[in-house]
């Protein structure tokens, strides 16, 4: 009884995940029959006409004009989610290290609360400073030193031009980043503390400084484990929803054409447009949020299994934790 | 009689001449001796004025009773003890007669002049010809090319090359406790230690591994001095010249071990050896 019971519990996140893409699909489906792989490519986010005229495409009726693409989304989601980790994985590191080793420890404990705490700050209330604070500082204070100095050739010119008012790319991901922080940091500074401590003294009595034992004993100990707090922080950053609509400018249509100009991504832009989609008769414009819902989830799972790869093969030299 | 050579020596010719072969000739003959070394952690002494001085190219064993201080005095010789909460000291340690604290003394050099082996094998997370260079690497001794070869003779020194050297950069947690210790041992010698002090270097391998490991360390000697501590009282007579006993905290007695395990001068070093107490 207790062993089926088991069995029956353990589908349902598995149920649960199969019956959501499933909804997905259903809803998505007349906006996948009439825009095909353009979807993916396409970069406009037209609604039609708002006057209640209809066409039928591949036998689905739409409203006049229609058109939809989200590379745009696409992009911004995987831009602003790669800035994110760029910034959280170092400093979530070095936090880690402050922690555990760095700081004495009646300063490292309070400081690890803190650090607990902000991972528990609604991500509305970091979108709002965000806009209030650090987006507009940022394009003061900070973008410019960095825009103005870029010299205008390919690849390096994405790093210079506008910097705008501090809505967009670059504080999108800076924003993310800062909330993913507590959560990479946190697991990382619990696996530090698991790391045995003969290895680390190995390496210093061969003379090996203390960043030495860090980069070649403590951190390639715990790599996978480093590797899959990243990922928990990077499935933050792809679906974190409000605090990126109200720091990225919630610009349709375009990807930036450079690191500060505005854009939205996937989440972001099923909440800013459900409402408005709802009054389209046809139900078309739903759909196409279905869809963006869809590639969501799909590339969510695609990044959890890309991870399990890398913690795979990062894994083969097997440092066991707990052993020494 | 001459020692290596084998032949009569009466007139001390061939000694003469080794002697100005020896590239230690201008050298201290210690290499290492403590001054009155006090330690302590929090106030607490752990040991006890010890002034020792240990000859060039020779095994001393190091024993007594748990908790006697045997571990910190080793730690201390290559300052490991520096950062542990609370630790004090007073009296000194020379490296070829040059204090291990004074200013002009590099800690990380300190390190490299004086290897150190654990109790047990600690390898580090990276694959078996990195864990051999990983010290090399550190100190900028060799690169690229090289680091391959300063892996094959040192894993050739300590026997173990045949086994590893279709799985080089494979993972070191899958050889057996005792060829993990000869890695570990393959690693310290990389950096061309001068000292080399061991924590007990068997304690954790089973008996055969432990041979190969103390065949292993007669073979390192004259080039290398030993300083071995261990709760073996076999291990210690039959590798060292010389034996240290330590009792709470103070040195009871250090003599040659033929003299130390046959005549001990201290009736507590005669409890300890005979098995009474320990």
């Known amino acids: 009884m207790w062993r089926l019971g088991g069995r029956v519990a353990t589908l349902v996140p598995v149920g649960a995940l199969v019956f959501l893409l499933a909804v997905l699909a259903v809803k998505a489906w007349p906006a996948i029959r009439v825009s095909g792989w353009g979807y993916l490519t396409g970069s406009s986010w037209l609604p039609g006409s708002t006057y209640g005229g209809v066409e039928k495409v591949h036998g689905v009726t739409i409203p006049v004009g229609a058109h939809y693409g989200a590379w745009p989304l696409i992009a911004g989601t995987l831009q602003t989610s790669a800035i994110a980790l760029v910034f959280a994985v170092p400093v979530s590191i070095l936090t880690a290290f402050a922690l555990t080793e760095g700081l004495p420890s009646r300063i490292a404990r309070p400081l690890g609360f803190v650090v607990e705490m902000v991972a528990g700050i609604p991500s509305v209330i970091i979108g709002l400073w965000g806009v209030l604070v650090l987006g507009p500082f940022l394009a003061h204070d900070v973008y410019p030193l960095i825009a103005t100095h870029i010299p205008n050739v390919p690849v390096l010119s994405y790093f210079g031009g506008s910097v705008g008012y501090g809505e967009g790319l670059v504080t999108s991901g800076l924003v993310l980043g800062l909330m993913i922080v507590p959560i990479i940091a946190s697991t990382t500074r619990d696996l530090f503390l698991q790391v045995p401590a003969l290895p680390q003294e190995g390496a210093r009595a061969l003379g090996m400084t203390d960043a030495e034992v860090a980069r070649r004993v403590t951190l390639p100990w715990v790599r996978s484990g480093v590797i899959g707090a990243a990922v928990l922080g990077l499935g933050r950053a792809l679906g974190e929803t409000i605090a990126v609509a109200m720091v990225s400018g919630s610009v349709l249509g375009v990807v930036s054409p450079n690191l500060y100009g505005t854009m939205t991504t996937i989440a972001a832009t099923i909440v800013s447009q459900l409402d408005s989609a709802a009054t389209d008769g046809t139900g078309f414009a739903v759909a196409n949020l279905a869809e963006a819902g869809l590639l969501l989830a799909g590339i969510s799972i695609a990044v959890n299994l890309a991870a399990r790869a890398i913690v795979r093969r990062s894994g083969a030299l097997g440092a066991p934790v707990g052993r020494a | ?278």
């Open chain 2, 1 to 278: 009689m001459d020692e290596i050579t084998g032949r009569p020596d009466a007139d001390g010719h061939v000694a003469s001449v080794l002697r100005t072969l020896d590239p230690d000739r201008d050298r201290p003959t210690d290499v290492l001796a403590t001054q009155h070394l006090t330690v302590g952690f929090g106030g607490q002494a752990v040991l006890r004025d010890v002034t020792v001085a240990l000859p060039r190219g020779t095994v001393t064993a190091i024993i007594g009773p748990t908790g006697s201080g045997k571990s910190t005095f080793l730690r201390t010789l290559n300052r490991m003890n520096d950062r542990v909460r609370g630790f004090e000291r007073h009296g000194d340690v020379l490296l070829d007669g040059e204090s291990i604290w004074s200013p002009g003394q590099d800690l990380l050099a300190v390190r490299r002049r004086v290897g150190m082996l654990f109790q047990r094998p600690n390898p580090f997370p990276m694959s078996i010809r990195d864990n051999v260079v990983s010290g090399v690497r550190a100190h900028g001794i060799a690169r690229g090319k090289q680091l391959d070869v300063v892996a094959e003779i040192r894993l050739r020194e300590v026997g173990l090359w045949d086994a590893v050297k279709d799985r080089l950069h494979g993972s070191p947690y899958r050889l057996s406790g005792g060829q993990q210790q000869l890695l570990c041992l393959a690693r310290a010698l990389a950096v061309g230690p001068e000292v080399l002090l061991l924590d007990e270097p068997t304690s954790a391998l089973d008996p055969m591994s432990t041979e190969a490991v103390e065949a292993l360390f007669q073979t390192l000697t004259p080039a290398l001095t030993l300083l071995v501590v261990t709760h073996n009282l076999g291990q210690a007579r039959r590798l060292s010249e010389a034996t240290m006993l330590f009792y709470d905290g103070q040195l009871a007695e250090h003599g040659a071990t033929a003299q130390v395990f046959g005549q001990p001068r201290d009736p507590r070093t005669a409890r300890y050896v005979q098995g009474l107490v320990g």
